[in-house]
């Protein structure tokens, strides 16, 4: 049997219905809501992690005294420490049962829970690592969405593709997510982002290990609920994260890890770009103070300059746009032992199948 063909038969072994999913729900302010989200939470999930964020409504009591289902376990937290602190407080305790895939979902009713198959299946047949909610795929689901929300996540979108690598991957605040328990337990969740640029920074720490991240097209319901994000102050801070990020990534991606011709094209661009500003405006202030017009060859050196360096900047964004990870790594990074024997013992078995090639 062909390498890819063994990879198939663990692929079909490990589908949705042998694997266990968890739910993590961050839980703030969310008292008339989450009642009803986790009532739609379908069979296929095993195991449902509300985490109490030290909500002032005591979401965390009105679930522990309200919901009987023996699949929810309400985790508390004494103090606030934001969505992403809730998420990896979830993260951790489905990790530590033993969970194979893990959704995390919110508890607004923003989230429809029916469509936590559509979110585990790629993952599941080993089609991807990580998959996230795009409201943007459909026209007819986001003329409903306010149009601040819409600037904002294009914007914000634009800002993740750079600082993450991920070209293809559109609507990045979106917390509709699952990721397999092989990539999750290789990512540091002390290091991701607590507040509300977790999502964005789980891409970029998902970039570092070059997990295959999809887009699941979905749909948002707005109602009554109330965002804590403050945009002007969110502006800021997402653009200085963002640019950290970015500076990591190329680091990282293109000096550290490897270095090849996309490297030099990216120094050569950024050398050239800045020594036509710097040579031309010095060149314009001599030229403007002296009274003296610029001789053309020097206008040539300055222009050219330019020009060669936003083709070599060019020339290195194609090639990180191509570079988008393609194939799921969460095999290579599956950390159970246990797991991995089956896995092994399974191929073996269709090896020795009589008729198998």
Known sequence: MTWLARVATVSRDNSANTMKIAVVIPCYRVHAHIIDVIGRIGPCVTS?????????????DLIAGTIRDPRVRVLRHEFNQGVGGAVMTGYRAALADGADIVVKIDGDGQM?????????????????????????????????????????????????????GYW??????????????????????????????????????????RARVLDIPM??????????????????????????????????????????????????????LAFGFIFGGWKWIESASSGVTASAGTVMIAGVSIILGLQFLLAFLSFDMSSTPKD?????????????????LRMQDQEKAPGKL
């Open 219 to 272: 749909r948002a319901v707005y109602g009554d609920e109330k965002s804590g994000l403050r945009v002007r102050h969110a502006a800021a801070e997402f653009g200085i994260k963002h640019l950290r990020n970015l500076s990591k990534r190329i680091f990282y991606n293109y000096f550290l890890r490897n270095f090849s011709f996309a490297s030099i094209e990216l120094i050569l661009g950024i050398l050239l």
């Open 328 to 344: 799921s790594v969460w095999r290579s990074l599956w950390l159970d032992p246990e797991q991995e024997d089956m896995s092994l």
């Open 168 to 209: 293809d991957v559109f609507d990045p605040a979106n917390g509709f997510t699952a990721i397999h328990r092989g990539v999750l337990a290789a990512l540091p969740l002390e290091k991701i982002s607590s507040r509300y640029f977790f999502e964005s920074d789980m891409l970029f720490r998902l970039g570092t290990l």
């Open 112 to 164: 429809d829970p029916a469509l936590v198959p559509r979110f585990v299946r790629p993952i599941a047949e080993g089609y991807a690592d990580y998959t996230k909610g795009n409201r943007f795929f459909d026209v007819a689901s986001v003329r409903p969405m306010p149009a601040v929300r819409l600037i904002g996540n294009a914007g914000l979108s634009f800002l993740s593709k750079l600082s993450t």
């Open 48 to 60: 449902i992690y509300a985490v109490d964020d030290a909500c002032p409504e005591k979401s965390g």
